[in-house]
């Protein structure tokens, strides 16, 4: 039996706050082995470069003292949309797909290839939750809008507002375990009137129905706090221009080497997948 | 006398409708309020309030009149920062008005926007965290603090804009009764200093505190004056709160009870000497008890008096249920009946194993019998609201067991359905969970899920809606989001009621609503406890703890005290619960150190009327029987 407690699940937005060399980086540095992973993840050809960027996350992620199961926590929300998307990529048939068919039922079969993508997605989705739950869990709210500004400051101008970008974005994760508790307090309200929620039912389409009501509450919940919230940094005078920028952070000795290095190991590992490690294991 | 220094904040002829809107939410309002005033501003809900509050400091532009803030228009663009800067504002919510994770960054943010430079943002934050009593929270991540202290840290982000005035929007309603008046106590201290304070509130003991009142009432000023006039009785014998539907603070029901003149903001100690010095109480061996008529019907007898104060005891209904008060656990013995709910040796964290888990309760070992009111009481973050959600297998206990109506929570072939059901939720602010587009079909979908259709579905929503006081025939078709926030409240319990469960759960049923809801909703909380329901709710008042039959007090997680309201408020109360006494109990106690021997427990105004009449008729036999003794003696 389990309890309704959604956020438990969710790491992505949840500040962990240890005193790791991690933590210690600049919110620019961090961006930059987010953005680092993250190529890798997406960009890599072969289910090895995606592996391998969860394997780099991981090893981060136990250099912040950040708990992998903590991590992979958020996965499991998202189960059924990546199984969803498996269950697509089977019933399609992919052009110029000539690799062996593993099994075949009526007009519908599953091949090699498309198992292969399968993984690919699987281990893409769990390397992209795990980068942005590492990231939120050492990097402050402040921080997130910080690194972007830092970042994103030569392109600062009239018609791109760093500023505003940048807090628009650390909003936009606080508002995350808001919205999921307004979710978990519309779920609570609606299972002690009868509707299914974690009461042992484990159809989809019954579980979709379900959810299905809870979207306009939650909307309408979460739109009423960001309309407070707004109109309390408004009363603060808040404009998106002509504020004091804050103190910067130091920047440590050997913050920058590894920084370098990491790109590099990146760089490599993502050629070395294009031209090697794909062969290696591609079954087709 | 007028007053003739020029004013803080000046409306003339105001009117504002918000878009879409089809009457106005501010009608033809003029006032001035002038620097260093306490303000309170009362008002039903809708009657425009926070609107009004709004254009003091340009967050609402008029669509007619002018407002002037030291003599700056907010509609110019160019004085819009500067009155903002004037007119600093503290909202309900404590978390939502939080704008960063870190307490300093947040106290901040208000003197980055106006681009002061950092030794001076420096300076401000060192003390607006300074006057709040948050100088050593500095570092700490906004959301690391309690419910009252991120309210605090919401004032010091006023402060820290060095303004002229601070409004409060409903900014002590989310609170718990320690917070509250620690948050109180600094209005004080900031009036005091000189600020003005406008303080927009529901509460009449806190409107009472200010030195003026301007009371709302569809959009226009209805009252605008002295605490002391806005509760005091008018011709018709009704104060001018109570004709607008606000009630009166506790004090001045309790001087009106007794007949006395009402001094607004006075202590019970203040009203127990008075009641003593006008001679209620002072029985005389020539003329029996002076001035005791005001509360004594002549016709009746001090034993007529015991035997109806014993008839309208809510503990009468109860004689058959004996509490066994043991240390933490509490288990009453309930002559025999089923027990609706229990807790067995339960604990409970939330986000367990992960690097967040914040425990929520602890070695909770309780018993609740069915067929009663029972309340849970303690400050914000104390277990009360995760207890309740134990109770529905919302949460299930990370140790120990919940028995809910006979089922165990934590059994793995438990129906959570059956149980949820069987105990429906009421969530805080249940109203903003209605998610169908007509009133009816919100409160059909609990039936519904039950089973029922047709006819039978239309008879139970009919009945329900009926008993909450919106009648089906005009209500049914009506657009759920266009309803009253008290019309809201009633049909969201209209949803959990139409369930016929045999136990409902409430998590603060009457929070953030005007008295007159308040009242209302609790009063139909009341109609619907019977011996075959039980009904369990959490709740700040006291006043309403006080009416349940049984109050079970948290605090930091773990059950402090369970019994009848009586022995809790009267034999055990605690003032380190946080929690607050009912103002009859202050008044009783008040009333016993001024040497009234009152051996009852009075938990209403009405009782303590009834406890005081068995009092002065005891207090009179005795003198009447010394009468006959000294009558004897000179014959």
Known sequence: MKSLEFFRNISIGQYIGTDSWFHGLKPAAKYVIV???????????????????IMVAFLVALGSRIKLSFLLRSVKPVLPVILLTAVLQFLFAWPGDNSSVLLRAG???????????????????TAMIIIVGWFTSVTTESDIARGIEDILRPFDSKYFPVHRLALAVSTSIRFIPIVAGELEEIVKAQASRGADFGAGKKNVFA?????????????????????????????????????????????????????????????????????????????? | MPNTQPALIELHTVSFTYPEASSPAIKNISLKIFKGEYIAIVGNNGSGKSTLVRLFNGL?????????????????????????????????SPVDQIVSSCVEEDVAFGPANLGLPLPEIERRVSNALAIVGLENERARPTRALSGGQQQKLAIAGALAMEPSCIVFDEATSMLDPASKSNV?????????????????????????????IIALDHGGVAFDGVPEVFFADAADGMSRALQLGLGNPQAAEAARLFGLEIQVNETPEGLATRLRETGFFVASCDNGYSGSEAVVSETESAGEIADRAAETSDQAA??????VHVGASAVPSNGGKQWAFEYRNVAFSYLRGTANEVNALSDLNLKLPAGVRIAFVGTTGSGKSTALQLLDALLIPGTGEVASQGRLTTDPKADLRAIRTSAPLAIQ??????????????????PRNQGLSGKALVERVSRWMDTVGLPYSNYRDRLSRELSGGEKRKLALAGVLAMESSAILLDEPTSNLDPASQKSIFEIVKALSSEERTIVFATHSMEEAA?????????????????PPAEIFYDRYSPSWGIGLPYTVRLTRALIKAGVSIQDKPLSLEDLRDALQKYIAQTHHVHASQDVVCEGGEA
């Not at chain 2, 109860?318 to 509490?323: E, G, K, N, R």
């Not at chain 2, 079909?441 to 609990?446: C, L, N, Q, R």
């Open chain 2, 429 to 446: 602010r249940p109203e903003s969970a209605l998610f169908e587009v007509h009133a009816a079909d919100d409160v059909a979908f609990g």
């Open chain 2, 184 to 212: 109180l106590d600094l209005m004080d201290k900031l009036t005091a200093a000189g600020m003005t304070i406008v303080h927009v509130t529901h509460d009449m003991e806190d409107a009472a505190r200010a030195g003026r």
């Open chain 1, 207 to 284: 579980l979709a129905r379900g959810y299905l009501p809870l979207f306009v509450p939650v909307m309408v919940r979460s739109l009423e706090r960001a309309e407070i919230l707004a109109e309390a940094m408004e009363a603060r005078c808040y404009t998106g221009v002509g504020q004091t920028q804050p103190p910067k952070t130091p920047r440590r000795r050997g913050d920058v080497a590894f920084l370098v290095s990491f790109v590099a190991l990146i760089v490599l590992v993502l050629i070395g997948d294009k031209l090697e490690f794909s062969t290696w294991i591609r079954p087709f």
């Open chain 2, 318 to 323: 109860l004689a058959d249920t004996d509490i």
């Open chain 1, 35 to 53: 953005l680092g992973l993250t190529v890798l993840a997406i960009a890599a050809p072969s289910p090895v470069g995606a592996a391998l960027s």
């Open chain 1, 107 to 125: 007009i519908f079969s599953v091949t090699v290839y498309e198992v292969w993508l399968v993984v690919m997605i699987l281990l893409k989705a």
């Open chain 2, 60 to 92: 609402r532009l008029p669509n007619e009149g002018a407002v002037l803030v030291d003599g700056l228009d907010p509609s110019l663009r160019a004085n819009l920062y500067k009155v903002r800067q004037r007119v600093a504002l503290v909202f309900q």
């Open chain 2, 547 to 563: 009416q349940a039959h049984f109050v079970a007090v948290f605090s930091a997680g773990r059950l402090v005290d369970f019994g």
